[in-house]
């Protein structure tokens, strides 16, 4: 057991390109969670999936914000033509409650900074 | 904002002080979280209280929860540098399915050797 991995841990880039984050979840975790976290923050639900299924969406993801988790394993967040008040840290959680573990295990994150 | 309240926002103690941090929450609850996170960091798990639990102990935290109040506290005794981080309170939503947490704004700890 690895743990949740995230990658790239920084981004930079310019306001209007798109980026990709990716999120490998503990393997046997069918849940899947992003969250975004600003400067002095608590972190804020972007959306979920059991499995493959994105079952909820925060009104925070707007439509530029599109994540998939094609076959149920790793995901990916996408942001398309960002903003600078995209710059945050984006963060992916993993559970795996059916067996009655309710806390959620994080990644270290994707830093983003949008110039 | 969803974000639940957290104060004090910052506190500062001499090691080998107990800190005490508190939460408040908006909605009824599945259960309270805390995790702390280390600077440049994730989030690590510290401890689960239920809701229909009022007090519960691991190590040297003890958290305590009040559901009338809609608020928790967390307390760390005889606290170690090794402390030093940010603490959160989550609430687990009794609400939906997805079981999301809605993070408190935090608590940053320092404490000085």
């Known amino acids: 057991d690895t743990g949740v991995s995230q990658n790239p841990r920084h981004k930079i880039t310019k306001r209007g390109q798109n980026v990709t984050f990716r999120c490998d979840p503990i393997s046997e975790h069918n849940r899947l969670y992003w969250y975004r976290q600003t400067l002095g923050q608590g972190p804020e639900f972007l959306t979920y999936f059991q499995n493959e299924a994105q079952l909820e969406k925060s009104r925070l993801l707007s439509d530029r914000f599109s994540a998939e988790r094609p076959k149920g394993s790793f995901s990916t967040l996408e942001i398309q033509r960002t903003e600078q008040g995209d710059s945050a840290m984006y963060l992916c959680?993993?559970?795996?409650?059916?067996?009655?573990?309710?806390?959620?295990?994080f990644g270290p994150g994707t830093r983003l900074t949008v110039t | 904002s969803q974000q639940g309240e957290e104060d004090p926002q910052a506190l500062s103690i001499q090691e080998g002080e107990n800190a005490t941090m508190n939460c408040s929450y908006k909605t009824s609850i599945n259960n309270l979280q805390w995790y702390r996170q280390n600077s440049g960091r994730g989030l690590v798990h510290l401890i689960l209280?239920?809701?229909?639990?009022r007090e519960k102990h691991s190590g040297r935290l003890r958290v305590t929860l009040d559901t009338s109040k809609k608020s928790s506290s967390l307390l760390i005794t005889a606290s170690r540098a090794a402390d030093t981080a940010s603490y959160f309170c989550a609430s687990e939503t009794r609400m939906d399915s997805s079981y999301k947490l809605i993070f408190g704004s935090g608590t940053r700890l320092l404490v000085r050797p």
């Open positions: 209280i239920r809701s229909n639990e």
């Open positions: 959680a993993s559970s795996f409650r059916d067996r009655g573990s309710y806390e959620q295990y």
